[in-house]
T-cell receptor
Framework: DMKVTQMPRYLIKRMGENVLLECGQD?????MYWYRQDPGLGLQLIYI???????SEGDIPKGYRVSRKKREHFSLILDSAKTNQTSVYFC?????????????FGAGTRLSVL | GDSVIQMQGQVTLSENDFLFINCTYS??????LFWYVQYSGEGPQLLLQ?????NKGSSRGFEATYDKGTTSFHLQKTSVQEIDSAVYYC????????????FGTGTSLLVDP
């Protein structure tokens, strides 16, 4: 079954706390992504990972970092979260073996930073 | 840099109405264009891919075309149904930029029964 799983689905944190968002996929996809979704802004790319320990900044990487130690897992870390990081975060994966054109998205994590 | 402009933020239609959503893109490379659909409570999923100018892609009754001359691409459906209510995103991948996908801001479609 082709699936991207995000945990947790909902998260409430206080400003200044650290946040860890986790993503897993069962398709052995090499490429994984973190996007955030905000009203009126659509989906913005935070980071892209081409494989284990091969990560590149996206369009809005400031305030975020990522970790990919296994091909099937990709984590997004917010050190000292800020209120403007309240958003819905989506993880996705794709594979160059299938052309790389189809992104498979998880169901998202809704993060509120108070 | 690459960009995708999606002007229609919200569209409300009645069942059996015609749907037309338009996006424009800007890139210095060779784009592959997509439409993704996001249903409530879910992540986006691929609806259509259009790789050749003036050729149509089609899926689930939706059709997509793009015009290289005007750097625009369109999604249309002849007769929408209530189940088509969702957010539709246009997106572009520039082959020179690896696997990065640039999304438009989304069009929220509400179909009244």
């Amino acid at each position: 079954d082709m699936k991207v799983t995000q945990m947790p689905r909902y998260l409430i944190k206080r400003m200044g706390e650290n946040v860890l968002l986790e993503c897993g996929q069962d398709m052995s996809h090499e490429t994984m992504y973190w996007y955030r979704q905000d009203p009126g802004l659509g989906l913005q790319l935070i980071y892209i990972s081409y494989d284990v320990d091969s990560n590149s900044e996206g369009d809005i990487p400031k305030g975020y970092r990522v970790s990919r130690k296994k091909r099937e897992h990709f984590s997004l870390i917010l050190d000292s979260a800020k209120t403007n990081q309240t958003s819905v975060y989506f993880c996705a994966s794709s594979s160059p073996r299938t052309g790389g054109n189809t992104l498979y998205f998880g169901a998202g994590t809704r993060l509120s930073v108070l | 840099g690459d960009s995708v402009i999606q002007m229609q933020g919200q569209v409300t239609l009645s069942e059996n109405d015609f749907l037309f959503i338009n996006c424009t893109y800007s890139t210095t490379g060779y784009p592959t264009l997509f439409w993704y659909v996001q249903y409530s409570g879910e992540g986006p999923q691929l609806l259509l891919q259009v790789t050749t100018a003036n050729n149509k892609g089609s899926s689930r009754g939706f059709e997509a075309t793009y015009d290289k001359g005007t750097t625009s691409f369109h999604l249309q459906k002849t007769s929408v149904q209530e189940i088509d209510s969702a957010v539709y995103y246009c997106a572009m991948r520039d082959c020179n930029m690896g696997y990065k996908l640039t999304f438009g801001t989304g069009t929220s479609l509400l179909v009244d029964p």
